[in-house]
């Protein structure tokens, strides 16, 4: 059985407002820019590119890659991370926050950045694609592979992510060489922190206060080389609809892409088109049926055991193209997710395969969590026009919520995994129940996230607009960094809220294309609507008008695309 719908449904029960992947501004044409997030996969599916690269810097950017090879300083750099970091560690420049060593690295936003990289490959399955992806970049790149230019592309927080198949070498060594220009490339004289212009960046990384010495660049994620057959798995989102220590209802919605892939797409493929007209719709190119035969395996295991609670086959029945896939998942005596103290944070292990006659195709995996999250008004009279409902519920129990602010955990991004562990138990240890992500701060890790799910600790996630007018924000920029991140992390039971950002106002000018995106206008309360037709409670958290002008407008953004 084969459903195609738009899936709104709540990784977020607290706050869900919708946005619609088919309306505004179009792609900027020639750009890797896009929101498509590339789902990782595993075993020989996958192959890192993270690790030891080559780094060296010049003074301005090339023309040819061939005049790399005279005049680079070149030295052994390891990404993901940062180039403040990668200088140091090669023993370049000395510790950065000792004494007064920033001034030692006030000219590396300067330089034009190169990074290099060799690795083999086997070829993809006939028919297949490779898809080179980037998962952090800050902040401008290019990006060759074996000689050929891809594309540009700008934005920090996803990409960029290119198709490669036919540019492989399979069985020979393959190069990849990223070309790295800081935010305020060629403005450093007369740039501000609190006035970013067109780069879409957390202030605090971009010479803000207290940070002065230092603006941030550099592949400070990793990269990586997806294999994916000619029909394909994408973007899973699992949800809970219900939950008790009885029973569970899930509703699972995947992408299946048959004969195509995500980055072949456009976000918004009718551009200006009013369509006003049934002719309209004989555009729309005809898609043909595939033979049967192809089922989707699906797969729920604890973590930390060995055997499914759920396994079930779904037989599809797919057409060319891109395709949606939502079933419901009954769960018998599910192990909760609770928050820290309250209970066991308790995860499964999603596993999702393909398999087209007998042969498994593709699988993607991912943890998840069975918990509902409310939110309901909070005990007494009401006194305000701005009354939200600030009381939360998980799985049916109220809860006075301990939580605090969090910023980047280093400033030059450095951001491994035991840092993470060390300062999150620090917070379970103290009690802590939720951390905010602050606007000026990070769209933050998978690293983050993992082990805020396993200790219980909730996220509320700001979206980084802190302190300031966006009016000159590149838009499509903006919408494929915030729809990258949102695949990426809304499977997450960790996360539990989205924030449109961190002391602004969002109904200025400047701001208001800026949060439109993120579910403002009436496409969002047509959304909302539906979310709200589906059993989903819906919030739009917004300022007071009797407020200053620096509260914050709380905005969520929760939909398939």
Same mark, same amino acid.
């Given at each position: 059985m084969r459903v195609a719908v738009l899936a709104l449904a709540g990784t977020l029960a607290i706050v869900s407002q919708c946005f619609a992947a088919e309306q505004g501004p179009p792609a900027a044409a020639g750009g890797l820019s896009q929101p498509y997030y590339i789902w990782p996969r595993t075993g020989a599916q996958h192959v890192s590119l993270a690790g030891e690269w080559d780094l060296g810097w010049r003074d301005a950017a090339v023309r040819?890659?061939?005049? &790399?090879?005279?005049?680079? %300083?070149?030295?052994?750099?390891?990404?993901?991370?940062? +180039?403040?970091?990668?200088?140091?560690?090669?023993?370049? &420049?000395?510790?950065?926050? %000792?004494?007064?060593?920033?001034?030692?690295?006030?000219? +590396?936003?300067e330089k034009v950045w190169y990074y290099r990289k060799s690795f083999d490959v086997s070829a993809p399955a006939s028919g297949g694609f490779a898809m080179l992806v980037f998962d952090g970049i800050d902040y401008y790149a290019r990006v060759w592979l074996n000689g050929t230019l891809l594309g540009e592309h700008e934005g920090m927080f996803g990409g960029p992510a290119a198709e490669v198949s036919k540019l492989l070498k399979p069985g020979a060594a393959n190069e990849v060489v990223v070309e790295v220009r800081a935010g305020n490339w060629g403005r450093k004289a007369t740039w501000k922190s609190r006035e970013l212009g067109t780069v879409i960046k957390p202030w605090v990384l971009a010479g803000g206060t207290g940070a002065e010495a230092f603006f941030t660049l550099g592949m400070w994620r990793a990269a990586r080389l997806e294999m994916v057959p000619a029909t394909h798995l994408e973007r899973p989102f699992l949800v809970t609809e219900s939950a008790s220590a009885e029973d569970a209802t899930l509703s699972l919605t995947v992408e299946v892409l048959a004969g195509t892939h995500s980055l072949g797409r456009s976000l918004h493929p009718w551009d200006k088109l009013q369509l006003d007209s049934p002719a309209d719709f004989a555009r729309l190119p005809a898609r043909q049926g595939l033979s049967g035969g192809t089922t989707l395996r699906v797969d729920l295991t604890p973590v930390g055991e060995t055997r499914a609670v759920v396994h079930e086959e779904w037989p599809l029945d797919l057409l060319e193209g891109r395709n949606w896939v939502t079933r419901k998942i009954k769960v018998a005596r599910p192990k909760l997710w609770w928050p820290n103290g309250l209970?066991?944070?308790?995860?499964?292990?999603?596993?999702?395969?393909?398999?087209?006659?007998?042969?498994?195709?593709?699988?993607?995996?991912?943890?998840?969590?069975?918990?509902?999250?409310?939110?309901?008004?909070?005990?007494?009279?009401?006194?305000?026009?701005?009354?939200?409902?600030?009381?939360f519920v998980v799985n049916g129990r109220r809860l006075f919520v301990k939580g605090v602010n969090w910023m980047p955990a280093d400033l030059l991004l450095d951001l491994p995994r035991d840092r993470y562990r060390w300062l999150l138990g620090l917070a379970k240890a103290a009690g802590i129940q939720m951390v905010r992500i602050w606007g000026a701060g990070l769209l933050e890790t998978e690293e983050f996230y993992d082990i805020a799910n396993e200790l219980g600790i909730m996220v509320w996630q700001d979206f980084p607009v802190a302190n300031q007018d966006t009016p000159d924000w590149p838009q499509p920029v903006w919408e494929a960094q915030v729809l990258q991140n949102i695949f990426r992390l809304r499977n997450h039971p960790a996360l539990v809220l989205y924030c449109g950002g961190n002391e602004f106002n969002p109904y200025s000018r400047g701001n208001a294309a800026t949060i439109g995106i993120l579910g403002g206008g009436q496409l969002g309360r047509m959304l909302a609507l539906a979310a709200a037709q589906l059993g989903f409670k819906c919030h739009v958290f917004a300022p007071n008008p009797d407020a200053p002008a620096f509260d914050v407008v709380h905005r969520v953004t929760v939909a398939d695309y």
């Amino acid at each position: 059985m084969r459903v195609a719908v738009l899936a709104l449904a709540g990784t977020l029960a607290i706050v869900s407002q919708c946005f619609a992947a088919e309306q505004g501004p179009p792609a900027a044409a020639g750009g890797l820019s896009q929101p498509y997030y590339i789902w990782p996969r595993t075993g020989a599916q996958h192959v890192s590119l993270a690790g030891e690269w080559d780094l060296g810097w010049r003074d301005a950017a090339v023309r040819e890659l061939s005049e &790399l090879d005279a005049g680079t %300083e070149w030295f052994r750099a390891t990404v993901p991370g940062s +180039v403040h970091w990668a200088l140091h560690r090669a023993g370049k &420049l000395p510790h950065p926050y %000792e004494g007064l060593n920033s001034r030692r690295y006030q000219w +590396v936003d300067e330089k034009v950045w190169y990074y290099r990289k060799s690795f083999d490959v086997s070829a993809p399955a006939s028919g297949g694609f490779a898809m080179l992806v980037f998962d952090g970049i800050d902040y401008y790149a290019r990006v060759w592979l074996n000689g050929t230019l891809l594309g540009e592309h700008e934005g920090m927080f996803g990409g960029p992510a290119a198709e490669v198949s036919k540019l492989l070498k399979p069985g020979a060594a393959n190069e990849v060489v990223v070309e790295v220009r800081a935010g305020n490339w060629g403005r450093k004289a007369t740039w501000k922190s609190r006035e970013l212009g067109t780069v879409i960046k957390p202030w605090v990384l971009a010479g803000g206060t207290g940070a002065e010495a230092f603006f941030t660049l550099g592949m400070w994620r990793a990269a990586r080389l997806e294999m994916v057959p000619a029909t394909h798995l994408e973007r899973p989102f699992l949800v809970t609809e219900s939950a008790s220590a009885e029973d569970a209802t899930l509703s699972l919605t995947v992408e299946v892409l048959a004969g195509t892939h995500s980055l072949g797409r456009s976000l918004h493929p009718w551009d200006k088109l009013q369509l006003d007209s049934p002719a309209d719709f004989a555009r729309l190119p005809a898609r043909q049926g595939l033979s049967g035969g192809t089922t989707l395996r699906v797969d729920l295991t604890p973590v930390g055991e060995t055997r499914a609670v759920v396994h079930e086959e779904w037989p599809l029945d797919l057409l060319e193209g891109r395709n949606w896939v939502t079933r419901k998942i009954k769960v018998a005596r599910p192990k909760l997710w609770w928050p820290n103290g309250l209970g066991e944070s308790a995860r499964y292990t999603v596993n999702l395969t393909l398999v087209e006659k007998g042969t498994v195709r593709d699988g993607v995996s991912f943890t998840s969590g069975i918990r509902t999250v409310t939110t309901e008004p909070s005990a007494g009279p009401r006194t305000g026009d701005r009354w939200a409902d600030w009381q939360f519920v998980v799985n049916g129990r109220r809860l006075f919520v301990k939580g605090v602010n969090w910023m980047p955990a280093d400033l030059l991004l450095d951001l491994p995994r035991d840092r993470y562990r060390w300062l999150l138990g620090l917070a379970k240890a103290a009690g802590i129940q939720m951390v905010r992500i602050w606007g000026a701060g990070l769209l933050e890790t998978e690293e983050f996230y993992d082990i805020a799910n396993e200790l219980g600790i909730m996220v509320w996630q700001d979206f980084p607009v802190a302190n300031q007018d966006t009016p000159d924000w590149p838009q499509p920029v903006w919408e494929a960094q915030v729809l990258q991140n949102i695949f990426r992390l809304r499977n997450h039971p960790a996360l539990v809220l989205y924030c449109g950002g961190n002391e602004f106002n969002p109904y200025s000018r400047g701001n208001a294309a800026t949060i439109g995106i993120l579910g403002g206008g009436q496409l969002g309360r047509m959304l909302a609507l539906a979310a709200a037709q589906l059993g989903f409670k819906c919030h739009v958290f917004a300022p007071n008008p009797d407020a200053p002008a620096f509260d914050v407008v709380h905005r969520v953004t929760v939909a398939d695309y």
